[in-house]
């Protein structure tokens, strides 16, 4: 079974550009989330998307947006991009198993993403 | 507050030599648990998870983990570490079902190997 895939994987974008990147979960996954990953700041939750909707969101302003779609695959837009945008962006699917139960989250490669 | 620590940002073992990663976190509820390993330039592996039952869990590449409820703490270990072991280990919190895609991650311990 195919992992999690991210395109693309490396992105130079100039201070005030926006940025659009995809993330294709495993098969029959419907969750995805995603993380920011800087040397500063670690691994932070972005937000998580099910069946097309956000379930939850973190701590990071409106100009990080994200959606899914039917086929479960997702994207997350970062508008007027500044330089602590710079980081690696990962995307991580899961199936949802129901209230009680665990949700283990397999990461894909990432999106390197370097903003100048 | 929800958080995770990992005490140690960088650690050097001999080749051969056991090792162990601690982790201790702070959650209000009951957590689950997980350990992932993250070479340069890469993604995150999972090594291994603890939801419930036997405290002590088996992953892969030779890792075990034990959760102790009393010290908050999921450590990791393995009894004799490989060259190719040297790597960032990440240890992650998250709560179940609908809420599961909100991980806490610590700050990443780095493991050095030395021939």
């Known amino acids: 079974k195919a992992g999690v895939t991210q395109t693309p994987r490396y992105l130079i974008k100039t201070r005030g550009q926006q940025v659009t990147l995809s993330c294709s979960p495993i098969?029959?996954?419907?969750?995805v989330s995603w993380y920011q990953q800087t040397p500063g700041q670690g691994l932070q939750f972005l937000f998580e998307?099910?069946?097309?909707?956000?379930?939850n969101k973190g701590n990071f302003p409106g100009r990080f947006s994200g959606r899914q779609f039917s086929n479960s695959r997702s994207e997350m837009n970062v508008s007027t991009l500044e330089l602590g945008d710079s980081a690696l962006y990962l995307c991580?699917?899961?199936?949802?198993?129901?209230?009680?139960?665990?949700?283990?989250?397999?990461f894909g490669p990432g999106t390197r993403l370097l903003v100048l | 507050a929800q958080s995770v620590t990992q005490p140690d940002i960088h650690i050097t073992v001999s080749e051969g030599a056991s090792l162990e990663l601690r982790c201790n976190y702070s959650?209000?509820?009951?957590?689950?648990l997980f350990w992932y390993v993250q070479s340069p330039g890469q993604g995150l592996q999972l090594l291994l998870k603890?939801?419930?039952?036997?405290?002590l869990v088996q992953g892969i590449k030779g890792f075990e983990a034990e959760f102790k409820r009393s010290q908050s703490s999921f450590n990791l270990r393995k009894p004799s570490v490989h060259w190719s072991d040297a790597a960032e280990y990440f240890c992650?919190?998250?709560?179940?079902?609908?809420?599961?895609?909100?991980?806490?991650f610590g700050q990443g311990t780095e493991l050095s190997v030395k021939p």
């Open positions: 991580a699917s899961s199936f949802p198993r129901g209230k009680q139960s665990q949700e283990t989250q397999y």
């Open positions: 098969s029959g996954h419907r969750s």
């Open positions: 959650y209000g509820a009951t957590p689950y």
């Open positions: 603890y939801f419930s039952g036997d405290t």
């Open positions: 992650a919190v998250g709560p179940l079902g609908h809420q599961g895609g909100k991980l806490i």
């Open positions: 998307y099910f069946s097309e909707t956000q379930r």
